[in-house]
């Protein structure tokens, strides 16, 4: 079978030149060489799998190995930064090729370390989109990068330089890539180290920047993978096919700062992002790969739930229980600023997520496929019992009915107040129908656990703060009434305002000076 090239346009100058591949490569070796023995300050480089992380590791590691034994003493490490909701099919290789540097670094004796980075347990995606009940990501609200991608890279690189004093982040970024990329690529120039350029993130301002395929484009990236063999084992070819496998031809790169590219606008990001109208890439590779059929689920649930048309999925108070009003471009009116997804869509998520894992699970050699963690369940369960006050504790009740199993985990609070029957009477009581999110309900309920919180306290402050405050944020019989509320009380904090700003005006001053009119004597007592 014919070999397909692989092109990204004609309009793309190559970085090579009249000059063949092999004296480029060679010249950026040189520099790697320089670079690495020119001082004691350890590399980290970024990796994820895809074709630009790839070239610049496998340079370096050609490199570093060409050096002598005694001179390959400076750690490179290795980060890839595991999302948890990465594209499975990628984070698999991702996985499996960490590994393998793993062992052929040390069968070789070069000092690459790799890590595989993930978000803190608070800060996953689940525990977020149906724990805290955020929206799905959008332009205005791009909740997720910081936490899943940007802090795992920091912190990791803030801890080497808390050790080191400094450090360089080898990064794959090429300026061919876009004219924005090409902006900040520019933006990193004019170092006094030739090599290296200033880091644009004054939280990383000890941490220099090393672009060696900076000047490359996407056919010198790929005709460089395809030509010259992976030192840890890998096959680029492999990779070259799965990228085939898919559309528009870009990675998802490192992320260290807000400036660099949404992981949604390549080809290999996080399979749930909402920055974007469809997961192309995914379902190119459901399309053209009886394969990777199994990833279905997980398209059909992204598709389905991550919707960013959401308003009605959504309470009208804030995440705190605030009432906030916005304009509305539609009607030229105002308009409550929705939080939360509410609870009654949480619980469906969480349902639908366990049954596109089950699914999955049935497949062949995909028994230990975990889409939700144990620990995801155990922090959702948490915060929709201790931090919304949903005492119901359907967590164990939905898995159950998924999955047909006992939830796996003990009880999230033994002294409970109430048992499923007691809740149960408590709704039939409090509300006109069982729907969860009924707000008279909901308020009964919260005071209560609010009142159960404080039960074995030895000093009961704070209690009455947090009742009122349930109270407050409770107090409606529905949407519309709160609407109305809102915008009378926006209409009195303006009357307040004008009124103010009257009895400060000059002129006001003038007209009552007029009309109380007192006379002073030199020592200006009155008279």
Known sequence: MEEKKVTFGNFQKSAFGIDSIDSEVESIKKDIKALYESDNLPWVIGYSGGKDSTACLQLIWTAVKELEPENRKKPIYVISTDTLVENPVVAMWVEVSLE?????????GVPIIPQRLTPELSDRFWVNLIGRGYPAPRPMFRWCTSRLKINPSNNFILDIVAKNGEAILVLGTRKAESSARKRVMESYEGSTRDLLSRNGNPKLDRVWIYPPIVSWTNDDVWEYLVTYPNPWGYDNKQL??????ATQDNECPLVVDTSTPSCGDSRFGC???????KDKSMRAMIQNDSDKEWMKPLADFRDHYLNTDDFERRDFRR??????????KDTGGKKLVHGPYLQSYREEMLAALLLAQEEIKKKPGMEKFALVTAEDLDEIRRLWVEEKNEIEDRVPVIYKEVTGNDYPNEQLNEGRLFNRSDIGLLRSIAAADDHPDNLHYQLVRN?????????????????YENLERALINGGFENRQEAYEFAMKREQTEDDDEELIKTM???????EASEMYSVETDQ????S
């Not at 070259?240 to 496998?245: A, K, P, S, T």
């Not at 995440?319 to 509305?328: H, P, S």
């Not at 005071?447 to 209690?463: F, H, K, W």
């Open 523 to 526: 020592d200006g007592a009155t």
């Open 504 to 510: 400060i005006d000059p002129s006001f001053r003038s």
């Open 319 to 328: 995440m705190d229980g605030r009432l906030t009003l916005m304009d509305d």
């Open 100 to 108: 393998t540097m793993r062992l052929s670094a040390l069968e070789q």
């Open 447 to 463: 005071l209560l656990n609010i009142e159960r919180n404080y039960s074995t306290a030895t000093r009961r402050v704070g209690i």
């Open 271 to 277: 399979f749930v992002c909402t920055l974007v109208d």
């Open 240 to 245: 070259l096919n799965m990228y085939r496998g």
